[in-house]
């Protein structure tokens, strides 16, 4: 298993609350930390797994109600974030 961090944009998002629901479906698909930046909407969401683990992810979001735009999606460790 591998350290992912997946960069998003979501589009739809008006509140904490959002926020919360946001990262509730994340983490209802193994999401160990989810990030969510509210002035610009980019997340970056942490998992453990492989990468093809970042689409039940996604889809909990989309579920959840709203839009989103990949960004980057690697190995935490070639990442300099």
């Not at 992810?57 to 989309?62: M, T, V």
């Not at 989103?68 to 690697?74: P, Y």
């Amino acid at each position: 298993m591998d350290d992912y961090v997946m960069i998003i944009r979501i589009n739809g998002i008006h509140c904490v609350g959002c926020l919360n629901r946001i990262k509730q479906a994340a983490m209802s698909k193994d999401a160990e930390t989810v990030d969510i930046n509210l002035e610009n909407h980019i997340a970056k969401i942490y998992f453990k797994g492989e990468q093809s683990d970042s689409e039940a992810i996604n889809q909990a979001i989309i579920d959840a109600g709203y839009d989103i735009e990949l960004l980057t999606l690697a190995k935490e460790s070639e990442l300099n974030i």
